[in-house]
């Protein structure tokens, strides 16, 4: 899927903003990665992560948790955040040479 909806895009972006900024990083690094080529599936596991309340969605993205579900456990491999925030003020620093999200061939 390579069409984004533009008014869904900033309404997911304003739900990327959390109260803590290494999930701000995060979210919306997805979000203008790898939202424009995620299929429906990994699109609603996204949303659903969007739910979750801040210090299970950092327990998830950080890896002091599993997720059960296979969708959400797609977009936190894609989201990376144990190696990609540093401890000290939330620093991306890139792909470190991994291909991220590709484009898919639909």
């Given at each position: 899927m390579t069409d984004a909806d533009p008014v869904e895009?900033?309404?997911?972006?304003?739900?990327?903003?959390?109260?803590?900024?290494?999930?701000?990083?995060?979210?919306?690094?997805?979000?203008?990665?790898?939202?424009p080529s995620a299929p429906a599936d990994q699109?609603?596991?996204?949303?659903?992560?969007?739910?979750?309340?801040?210090?299970?969605?950092?327990?998830l993205c950080f890896g002091l948790s599993a997720a059960l579900e296979p969708g959400l456990r797609a977009v936190l491999a894609e989201l990376g955040g144990r190696s990609e925030l540093s401890a000290a003020g939330a620093v991306y620093r890139g792909d470190f040479g991994r291909e991220r999200c590709p484009e898919r061939d639909l």
């Open positions: 895009v900033r309404r997911l972006r304003w739900r990327c903003r959390r109260g803590m900024r290494e999930l701000d990083v995060l979210l919306a690094g997805y979000l203008d990665r790898c939202w699109r609603a596991a996204f949303r659903a992560l969007l739910e979750l309340p801040d210090p299970e969605l950092a327990a």
